[in-house]
Nanobody
């Protein structure tokens, strides 16, 4: 029902900014919570940010104050603005869609649709 495609990753230096985009197809995009996760080599996929279906925005402690999630329902797109990037932000970043209206949103198993991922590398 929903297909997600991330873009905007790349190689940047410490302190730089980057904006990731996730384009979604599907007539019911606005009814989905949209999240961002990341996965570094040898690590579990971890929660980064979510824009809930009711308009709430929440962040992992590791990125709070530096990252900002937004969405444009008219364009079926969700964004992750990343500022003050650190080497520990290096990972493959995934966007994900969640159809459930209740329950926790900070775990990968809560999401139904996933993009292919985009690599973000922050060099020191």
């Amino acid at each position: 029902q929903v297909q997600l495609v991330e873009s905007g990753g790349g190689l940047v230096q410490v302190g730089d900014s980057l904006r990731l985009s996730c384009a979604a197809s599907g007539r019911t995009f606005s009814s989905y919570a949209m999240g961002w996760f990341r996965q570094a080599p040898g690590k579990e996929r971890e929660f980064v940010a979510v824009f809930t279906s009711s308009g709430g925005r929440y962040y992992a402690d590791s990125v709070k104050g530096r990252f900002s999630i937004s969405r444009d329902n008219a364009k079926n797109t969700v964004y992750l603005q990343m500022n003050s990037l650190k080497p520990e932000d290096t990972a493959v970043y995934y966007c994900a869609g969640r159809t459930s209206k209740t329950g926790r949103w900070d775990t990968p198993r809560a999401y139904d649709y996933w993009g292919q991922g985009t690599q973000v590398t922050v060099s020191s």
